[in-house]
């Protein structure tokens, strides 16, 4: 592959790409809801085969109904470089997590192509299934299938709030796909690159274009369940009651107060909680609710897990409350060698660029256990994610996969 | 009217209705859950007008979607005497919680009618729109529409958690009985009278059979929204954020300790909360939640509601709280000789009776303001009640039946 570096990008039509990518799911709110494995998903897979096709990439999947789509490069049986990210977005989520890594590996591709330039290895666009865990929880379900974090079949057993199960939802996507061959799972990678937005200020307030991604927080998911008793709301004395919701509210009043000041660097949130029966004039008799639990010190994180379990449990009385761990993911670090590619290629291109950790978790984490593997960031307005507020500039967009391009022309 | 005590009611028919009418709307856990306005109200609507037919009495009803069996009177342009509850339930309600009501009051008119005695006035067994308001918000709909302290637009306007109108549910109801004679909102009523289970232990505890209720301790409902900023779980630092749960989790721990034990008699709960985008790894930025607040004196009362405002708004920093008064209906009595006739003809059966205060709202609250009106307490198992378990025994069921009608019969 020859080592030359006035390949560009067609930066327009990634920016059109993303744009016409981020109609399917549109909430008319300028946000995008394309949940896992939805109908949405299924047209947002039909879209990126076809561009793909266009530009001679062949889709692929695998069982736990990850995306490929493939160049063909000089020594296909060489393991192959990947890059990519997701195309699933939050409930209210916005046009760029997930979707503008996918688009932007599919960029560069698709570039090579054009330039007649064959590489030495296949170069595959990945999209990885669920990595935002609203639909199905917990998250980034495919990239864990892949690396051998979880088993396809755990993953087949979970089920969304209207009982449907991920497995039947993967078969549904097959069915609808039926023509696109199956790969093995976890087949052997030689490198993984994700680019995708910040989701938080420093690039922004640094002034910087890319972020040379060092590591992923760690993270800690829980499922809390609080069981009190049921009982009518006018006629039970107050002292007689078993109430999750005041329980409940103890618990979340207590986590705030000792695990959310640990220090600065920790980060809690209880983003869902259930109500049971939910019912105005009803004494409810149970509360689950999900704790994300992060920290970029894997000791600290650690530390704060297990007070957290002490507090649930002591704060519940007289209700009844268990804790169940659902994710354990230790803070990682990238691999120095791409690390050190990505820098080159920003200075190259005279993109300012800095290093930093990530505080959301990514697809690329789970990767990192498979292959060398690590992340480009691009600025997104004001930090916002997760939020159809989300935004990043064309330039931005068009700098992380320019610099992606470049990473992949020189392996 | 003869004034004549011997007649008695057919316990086993009553007993056997109430187990029929239970079946509809069967959770299968001994439950029932038949919301108002459902398709399982209307199977229960075509029950009682069967049964009501059976023994000669007229289905009518009114824009406020209550439905009244009528035994003509010898007098039929006089005012009606009235008795009776409601057909609907909490989603995992029992069987008696309202149908005991409606089913005693059906026996005592078949009672008269098979007796081939002719009251002087109409006898009307009325079950009430929506007392419970868990699928409507607030309940006693249709009773406070027949008095006068709602109008039947706001009613109408107010939707269920799909987004279905009150509105389009009455008519849906109408449409399905449109046979059934439509008479006018508020119509005069000579007088009210509603048997029910207690709801509570008082009864059981004393050892009694038959409650005569001095009153209904008073009540306010309120809805509270709390409003933050939406942000992305792994990245937002904690200093940064205006997370609505935990705001929701202070006001809700403030709450409890403040109100919860301003005295012995106060009930406060929390038993609908609403989180949103309810995703485990987004920073809530909005929970609506209701607060249901009883005492039965009116001054504390008064105290407890303001300070309930107080501390809601206080408390939601760093996010914003707006607290909307849904439903204050205050402490009342029961007629004096409403009440002296029940006691009468509870002594004459050799029934063990007492005064007491109902904790529970009912729909004789606003009737209470609309004509005399009283209630008949009966036991339940152990106080339980909006409940799968809810249980009374078919002695005190086919009692509080009996007192009714003779109650009736001196009128």
Redesign the interface.
Known sequence: MPKTNDIRINGKRLWQRLMRLAEIGATGNSGVNRQALTDGEHAAWRLLIQWGEEAGLRASTDDAANLFLTLKGANPDLPPLMAGSHLDT???GGKFDGAYGVIAALEAATTLAENAITPERNIIAVAWMNE???RF???MMGSAVFSGDRSIEAVRRVRDSDGISTGAEIDRLHDAFEGVKKQPIGFHVFAYIEPHI???VVLEREQKTIGIVTGI?G?K?FEITVSGT??????????QRR?A??A??????ML?EQI??YD?D??????????H????????DKVVF?V?L?HPDNQALEECSASLKTLCIHHASPCEASVCELVSASANTFDAELQRKIRAAAQQRKLPAMEMLS???HDARYLAGHCPSAMIFIPCKD?????ESEWAEPDDVVAGAQVLLDVLNTM
């Open positions: 939050q409930p209210t935002e865990g609203s929880a917990p998250g910040e989701q938080d927080q993270k998911t049921k009982g009518h709301a006018g006629t039970v004395a107050m002292a109430d919701v005041f409940f509210a103890r618990m979340a009043h705030e959310g000041h600065a920790v980060k809690l949130t209880i983003g869902r909680v259930e109500v029966p939910n019912a105005p004039s009803v004494i409810p999900r994300d992060r505080f959301a978790g930090g916002i994610s997760h939020d």
